[in-house]
T-cell receptor, first 116, second 111 residues
């Protein structure tokens, strides 16, 4: 069954700690994305990757880092520099990295990150 | 700044009624997409409408696009309790490099 798997579902971060959120897809999609969603709000783009070994900053990249070493994986690290990390994080993918806005995005079920 | 803005923020209707949600945007677009999000879950793509299209249907969903008014609407006919969710519009930039999501309409369908 093809799809996007995000893990863990819930994550807690201590002060000064980096944490990594996992995103894996078996859809053979070229493009992958990370979004942040705060309560009652829309999605804001953190980073996106149109092809393996390449990624671009989104609108709120400060305090986050990503890697795209494999087509199926796009992990997000929330660093200690991100002072307000409590949010719902969503990973998505789309089939073609060329014209991103021309395609539907497929989403995982999210990771909820909280501060201890 | 957010490109798409949904209206109303919240909508409560009875089962069987129609639900209409609106999306307005500020700058020219190539495409507009509608998504649905159940509580605590990821988004699910519903419909993509291109700037040269005026209307699109998918089952009980009807989407319209008026580029002169920079607005779109999503109509759900004969609503069901299972339609309870948040609905988001997403617009692209003319470069096509990303989508920008609105803040969503929270729809509640009462049985």
């Amino acid at each position: 069954d093809g799809g996007i798997t995000q893990s863990p579902k819930y994550l807690f971060r201590k002060e000064g700690q980096n944490v990594t959120l996992s995103c894996e897809q078996n859809l053979n999609h070229d493009a992958m994305y990370w979004y942040r969603q705060d309560p009652g709000q829309g999605l804001r783009l953190i980073y996106y990757s149109q092809i393996v070994n390449d990624f671009q900053k989104g609108d709120i990249a400060e305090g986050y880092s990503v890697s795209r070493e494999k087509k199926e994986s796009f992990p997000l690290t929330v660093t200690s520099a991100q002072k307000n990390p409590t949010a719902f994080y969503l990973c998505a993918s789309s089939i073609d990295g060329g014209q991103i806005s021309n395609q539907p995005q497929h989403f995982g079920d999210g990771t909820r990150l909280s501060i201890l | 700044s957010q490109q798409g803005e949904e209206d109303p923020q919240a909508l409560s209707i009875q089962e069987g009624e129609n639900a209409t949600m609106n999306c307005s945007y500020k700058t020219s677009i190539n495409n507009l997409q509608w998504y649905r999000q159940n509580s605590g879950r990821g988004l699910v793509h519903l419909i993509l409408i291109r700037s040269n299209e005026r209307e699109k249907h998918s089952g009980r969903l009807r989407v319209t696009l008026d580029t002169s008014k920079k607005s779109s609407s999503l109509l759900i006919t004969a609503s069901r309790a299972a339609d309870t969710a948040s609905y988001f519009c997403a617009t692209d930039s003319t470069s096509g490099s990303r989508l920008t999501f609105g803040e969503g309409t929270q729809l509640t369908v009462n049985p």
